[in-house]
């Protein structure tokens, strides 16, 4: 297809598999589904599905097709470079030999390209990339065992699988085997496709994995809490598709098991106590974040109260005393974990990019829950910095890890490597990034049946359903850059409806919720809303302006945001903070890196009185806002600083947007004063 940028070859040995096949498949295609049944109860908001949101935005559409043409392409390339596709092969039994890969959790990455790519398709119709995901699809219902079972690490060889899989299915589970983890990815990418295509043929093999799930575990069967979580958020996803109560009981179940039996030792995959008693972010911060976002999920379609009591909790331990400026989770390589309060080192901080990816997909649920705009405050954060930082500009290129700043020699990537990197054995960040951005178009709108919600400031059209009337809204930006936003309504006819603009915490003086970060010596704007060129009155709730009145086709609805750039100051119990700022602007972070400033960054300080400025840079990387500022360089004599400094310029570039260039040194947060630098001896 002329936007794939690779040949996605079947290889000859497989082509005859397809022919046999071929009977089975059109089966699976045109197999029926049952239709959803209608819930009793769910989320008191609804998104706005991605595919119905059409964007014509300067900073998220050129991302959004960068990943479309190079980095799903080139991710499917990767999955058949590196064994990823033959494995299935070789479980499927058209080829004798052993399992090719590193860990049993590698075909997941060719289920979490299948989502990308159908989240892609259902946008941009590719017949091309179409038929080829029916290939990887053929070879993924080969390799499936009858009973349901798929997993390429045992099937290749049951008498001698993968070192972490155990001798028997699921006796490793709640430690490292993966098996639940693999499903769970895989319910997540069919529902994907089927939604997209309308195909079942992916679906039905997740819905005989499925099926073979609830026979070996719940009440009476196999009680075993999941090791890495997501099968809850797939399981659920399958109940919403199928209407089948089941599955959305055995995400309960999963829920339920945990902590059975208290052991402290099993905080690692927040096993360690039953769920509904955790008060706090513990242990590694992608399984984490995956539990808590199929908490919410199960919490609203059940109405349990107990376990949004749970999440409500551990989302305060986390946004308070656990969270990066950047919008990153879990500080520790130790276990990829979270560390304990207040623990965010700088240098060494992990800040996985799939950690940031789910940090998302949670609190996008507590919104959902609540209704507060605090949780899209947070969402936001880790969408414009932790999230994108984990991609190079040239959609082919990736970091494992997030560290706040670099030396230039302690190697922190995955793979003990300095710079990003084109794959890793472990590339579940690569992979999660294809099915992620493709999804960005659903979190900008939400309802709550009269109430439209605007959460973030991206240029895109979408319509709502109304009771009496359907609404089409047009948003204009060219946010993050600037903070003038545009909404063109255009209702069927005259109707009344509340239209709830969220104002970001960052523009209300508050960068993150609670005490953890706070703006030095800044003053909060008021926000003023105009409908067809007037002022308005606007009532505040929860953190939106609402206009609730009668609208009519061609209201234009029009604010502007402060774009401040913020001196953020940390919370004195962060060690690593302290004496130190950063330095952002709207919803981005942004940091010095090296290349920019003489290649060394450590004699730097930005006092506070340092001026700042903004330089609109479109041809640098695919387009930013630089902050060029004074800074004080001390110089340094035997035995550390001399106390003589001297003034020069220096310039700050977006977080996200730093090691495209070259190894080179980065820093967020620098020293206001000259007694707060710290010579390192690397």
Same mark, same amino acid.
């Given at each position: ?20 096949? #071929? ?6 295609? #045109?197999? !029926? ?6 819930? &009793? ?49 070789? *479980?499927?039994?058209? %080829? ?44 993924? *219902? ?18 001698? &699988? ?8 699921? @006796? ?41 799930? $609830?026979?070996? #575990? ?32 055995? *995400? ?12 402290? %030792? ?9 769920? $509904? ?11 984490? *974040? ?76 507590? #919104? ?149 970060? =706070? ?8 926000? @003023? ?37 913020? =001196? ?5 119990? $962060?060690?690593?903070? =302290? ?27 930005? /006092?506070?009185?340092? !001026?700042?400025? $903004? ?31 001297? %003034? ?5 570039? /977006? ?15 620098? /020293? ?11």
């Amino acid at each position: 297809m002329k936007n794939l940028i690779i040949t996605l070859n079947i290889k000859k040995h497989f082509r005859g598999i397809l022919l046999v096949l #071929f009977p089975f498949l059109i089966f699976l295609f #045109f197999l !029926p589904v049952n239709l959803p049944a209608q819930t &009793p109860v769910d989320y008191a908001i609804q998104g706005i599905p991605f595919n119905t949101v059409s964007l014509n935005d300067g900073f998220w559409l050129p991302k959004i097709e960068i990943n479309r043409t190079i980095t799903i392409p080139s991710s499917f390339q990767k999955c058949e470079e590196t064994g990823r596709v033959e494995n299935f092969i070789l *479980a499927s039994g058209a %080829k004798k030999g052993k399992f090719l890969t590193v860990y049993p959790f590698d075909d997941t990455d060719i289920y979490k390209t299948i989502e990308g790519a159908a989240f892609s398709m259902t946008v941009h119709p590719d017949k091309a990339l179409d038929r080829y995901v029916d290939s990887l699809i053929a070879i993924v *219902a080969a390799a499936q065992e009858p009973d349901g079972y798929l997993y390429t690490a045992r099937t290749i060889d049951p008498a001698h &699988p993968h070192d972490w899989s155990g001798s028997e299915r699921w @006796v490793k589970e709640s430690e490292l085997s993966h098996e639940l983890y693999n499903s769970g990815h895989l319910f997540e990418a069919a529902a994907a496709h089927f939604i997209a295509t309308g195909k079942s043929n992916l679906l039905n093999i997740a819905l005989k994995n499925a099926n073979l799930l $609830v026979q070996v #575990f719940g009440p009476g069967k196999r009680d075993e809490a999941t090791g890495h979580e997501i099968v809850e958020m797939g399981l659920v996803r399958l109940y919403r598709i199928t209407g089948e109560k089941k599955y959305l009981d055995l *995400a309960k179940f999963f829920i339920d098991c945990r902590g059975k039996i208290p052991n402290s %030792k099993q905080f690692y995959s927040q096993n360690h106590i039953p769920f $509904v008693q955790q008060t706090e972010a513990v242990g590694h911060a992608v399984r984490a *974040a995956y539990l808590y976002s199929g908490v919410a999920d199960v919490a609203a379609l059940t109405g349990n109260k107990e376990y949004i009591d749970a999440i409500d909790k551990i989302w305060e331990n986390t946004v308070t005393k656990k969270f990066y400026i950047t919008g990153g989770i879990g500080a520790l390589h130790a276990g990829e974990a979270f560390g304990a309060d207040y623990e965010l080192p700088n240098l060494t901080a992990y800040n996985e990019t799939c950690a940031a990816i789910a940090n998302v997909y949670w609190n996008y649920r507590m #919104f959902l829950l609540h209704g507060d705009a605090k949780y899209i405050d947070v969402l936001e954060r880790s969408l414009y910095n932790n999230v994108i930082s984990g991609i190079g500009l040239d959609g082919k290129t990736f970091f494992y890890p997030n560290p706040l700043e670099s030396n230039a020699k302690y190697a922190f990537n995955y793979g003990n490597k300095l710079s990003r990197e084109p794959w890793f054995d472990c590339s579940c960040c690569p992979t999660n990034l294809c099915r992620f951005m493709a999804s960005v178009p659903g979190y900008i709108y939400a309802q709550k049946q009269e109430d439209i919600y605007v959460n973030l400031f991206i240029g895109s059209k979408t319509t709502f359903k109304l009771q009496k009337t359907s609404v089409v809204l047009s948003q204009q930006s060219n946010y993050p850059w600037e903070g003038n936003v545009s909404i063109q309504v255009n209702p069927t006819k005259k109707t009344d409806f509340s239209l709830c603009l969220r104002i970001p915490g960052w523009a209300r003086n508050q960068p993150v919720p609670g005490d953890l970060y =706070r703006y030095v010596a800044s003053t909060p704007e008021e926000i @003023v809303v105009k409908v067809n060129g007037k002022a308005v009155a606007y009532t505040t709730r929860e953190g939106y302006a609402v206009i609730s009145r009668q609208w009519k086709k061609g209201d234009k609805v029009e604010y502007t945001l402060p774009m401040n750039i913020h =001196r953020v100051e940390a919370n004195e119990k $962060v060690k690593d903070d =302290r004496g130190k700022i950063a330095i952002e602007r709207g919803p981005v972070v942004y940091c010095l890196e090296g290349i920019d400033n003489n290649n060394n960054l450590n004699t730097i300080i930005l /006092p506070d009185n340092a !001026p700042f400025g $903004v330089n609109s840079q479109p041809e640098n990387a695919n387009g930013i806002n630089e902050i060029p500022g004074e800074q004080i360089v001390s110089k340094i004599a035997t035995g550390g600083l001399s106390g003589q400094t001297k %003034k020069q310029p220096f310039t700050a570039i /977006p977080y996200y947007a730093w090691s495209n260039r070259g190894i080179s040194q980065m820093k967020v947060w620098l /020293p206001r004063k000259v007694k707060e630098i710290t010579i390192s001896n690397e």
